[in-house]
């Protein structure tokens, strides 16, 4: 499967994570890897299919997810 990881570099090719980053849902950690407030990292974008005309879908996966009020959101400390 292909995936991407968002990146200050390519930040501006995703709208929908470009839009959460400008209204603050969501930052870049001193490592440089996205993460939502409570600490989650966002999930990679992984490549779903791609439409007829060409166009890839991408979904983003969480396998690294937590839930905002679970123990690992408590004890994430920002790197």
Not at 7 to 15: A, E, G, M, V
Request: aromatic share 12%; glycine share 10%; net charge positive.
């Amino acid at each position: 499967m292909e995936s991407i990881r968002i990146t200050k570099d390519n930040i501006d090719n995703w709208p929908k994570f470009k839009a959460l980053y400008d209204t603050g849902k969501i930052k870049f950690d001193s490592k440089g890897r996205l993460r939502y407030l409570h600490g989650a990292p966002v999930g990679d974008l992984i490549l779903i299919r791609v439409n007829k005309d060409g166009t890839p879908t991408y979904k983003e996966g969480g396998s690294e997810c937590f839930d905002p009020g679970s123990q690992n959101a408590k004890d994430f400390i920002w790197p």
